[in-house]
């Protein structure tokens, strides 16, 4: 007898396939967003850059 479990199940492969759909778009915005906050926190720490002098020109 074959085992039952071993068999093919539309529904269950159409409930995975839209679980990975939806956990690799949280993924990615979660990716997406610690990219950012890595990014503002640089910049935050970074020395700000030297102001141009304003001479007057001749």
Not at 2 to 29: C, D, E, F, I, Y
Not at 34 to 52: E, F, W
């Amino acid at each position: 007898m074959a085992n039952p479990w071993l068999k093919q199940n539309p529904v269950m492969s159409l409930w995975l396939s839209t679980a990975h759909r939806v956990a690799g778009t949280l993924r990615g915005q979660a990716t997406a967003q610690a990219r950012r906050r890595v990014k503002a926190a640089a910049d935050a720490l970074a020395p700000a850059a030297p102001k141009a002098k304003c001479g007057r020109r001749r």
